[in-house]
């Protein structure tokens, strides 16, 4: 008997990423016109179906490889985080990012293999250090409550043997210009991306040896003996394993039903400063700042090609159907104008060109959605935040399992196959009004962290 399989959403992206809008224009897209047969379809063009794609052409270099991605790639969600490849623990439930020391050891060797990944993606297919840069990064301090937050982080550091460096205001300040830190953490591994122009170089580095096709979402799968057929508007790809590479959007599938939380985050970008801004701002050229409270600002400043920009991310709302209107996006402008003026007082008239919003999936229990899920299809899901890092590797360890491959995957494997399943969340509305009280009343508490 058949089996069918509807797709009941598609990806909704609310405002223009100035991660995109900034590059050159794209190159005109490869949508699928046509009956495709494939030895591996996946299904998802961000971190995660990218990095399975690469690393399926290096463990079956003879196969034929497809993806499919419901838009263009750098649009989606890949291109909406803030760029910031983190190693270390990096707990969004909690009070400070640190987790059981135990199980941080083993997430940090995983990170550390998907950054090293990508670095050699990016040594690959000549990505500069624009596009991906191990740079390390700042968890800013502005309050006292956000100090204890950095001290107590930096003792779980002690515990885990992992270098730091305590920054005090004035290093704060020469670093990236603002008075408004008390105090930064410093770590120095963490790899910062330009998201869109990192996921657009994948793409193209791959187009040699990689099918890839956009604004191709899939419709519907069927299966029907050993092969499953996807559908998409215009086409449709036969092949008899597919890897599902699209994170919260497996429920739009009819996988793990009320098990994933889908939140999205807002950011903007200003525009490109003028020399007399940039003298004015000072600091160094680029540098990210992650909040030492996990719900504050997440700012990072570039340069380069597109110009001297800072990038203001904060407030979430928790979205049990994935769709949110391009209106909220842009109304969170507004938080991010005064979260900068705050930090930059002495530096005015500097308006936000971009507002977006991008989607996080995470589960109750910080596990991913990964594995064999049906005959012929595995999940490589919920990121739980940390989509960079933990999207390339779910890729990775997908084609490392659907392979055979046990070679050097650093128990990455077995550790994600040992998770369980996320747990259930409460029936709707309990879920999201118990999940936006609770991101409210955290932002109340974060203060000046936001």
């Known amino acids: 008997m058949a089996r069918n399989i509807i797709t009941k959403n598609l990806p909704h992206n609310p405002g223009v990423t100035g991660w995109n809008a900034i590059l050159p224009e794209d190159s005109p897209p490869h949508i699928l016109a046509k009956n495709v047969n494939a030895d591996w379809l996946i299904i998802g063009g961000g971190f995660a179906g990218l990095s399975a794609a690469r690393r399926l052409s290096q463990l079956a270099p003879d196969s034929r490889i497809t993806v499919l991605e419901a838009g263009r790639i750098g649009n989606g969600p890949a291109g909406r985080n803030s ?22 050891l083993l997430q940090m060797a995983m990170n550390r293999r998907a950054i090293a990944f990508a670095l050699d993606a990016a040594d690959e297919y000549g990505l500069d250090s ?68 990192y996921v657009r170089g994948l793409r193209d580095g791959l187009r040699n040896k990689v099918s890839i ?36 959007h497996a429920q739009s599938f009819g996988f793990f039903k009320r098990r994933l939380m889908h939140i999205f985050l807002y950011a903007s970008m200003t525009r490109a400063l003028h020399t007399e801004e940039t003298r004015k701002l000072g600091g160094n050229p680029r540098w990210g700042i992650t ?46 104008e005064r979260s900068f003026a705050a930090r930059f007082e002495h530096m005015s008239g500097i308006e936000m060109e971009h507002s977006w919003g991008g989607k996080l999936c995470l589960s109750l229990n910080d596990v991913p959605a990964f594995g064999a899920i ?77």
């Open 83 to 104: 760029g910031f490849m983190i190693d270390l623990p990096h707990v969004l439930s909690s009070e400070d990012y640190a987790g059981d020391s135990t199980e941080d």
């Open 130 to 197: 624009e596009i991906i840069s191990q740079s390390g990064k700042v968890n800013g301090a502005a309050t006292s409550k956000g100090v204890a937050h950095n001290l107590a982080y930096a003792d779980h550091l002690d515990h885990l043997a992992e270098k730091y460096e305590i920054l005090d205001a004035q290093h704060m300040k020469e670093l990236c210009g603002s008075d408004y830190y008390n105090q930064g953490l410093y770590t120095p591994v963490t790899t910062m991306l330009h998201p869109a122009a």
């Open 213 to 248: 096709y956009e604004n191709s979402p899939v419709l519907s799968m069927t299966k029907t003996g050993a092969d499953w057929q996807a559908k998409t508007p215009d086409g449709a790809i036969t092949a008899p394993q597919i890897i599902l590479a699209v994170n919260g």
């Open 291 to 336: 909040p030492s409270d996990p719900v504050g600002s997440t700012i990072r400043r570039i340069s380069g090609q597109s110009g001297d920009r800072i990038i203001v991310r904060n407030q979430a709302s928790f979205v049990s159907s994935m769709q949110v209107p391009d209106r909220v996006a842009i109304a969170k402008r507004t938080h991010h």
């Open 374 to 450: 049906e005959d012929g299809i595995t999940a490589a899901c919920c990121q739980n935040g940390l989509g960079t890092a933990r999207g390339t590797l779910s890729g990775i360890v997908a084609a490392d399992l659907v392979t055979g491959n046990l070679y050097d995957n650093h128990q990455s494997l077995e550790r994600m196959l040992s998770y369980p399943e996320p747990k259930k969340l409460p029936i709707e509305p309990f879920a999201t009004i118990g999940a936006t009280l609770t991101i409210k009343y955290r932002e109340w508490r974060a203060g000046k962290e936001v």
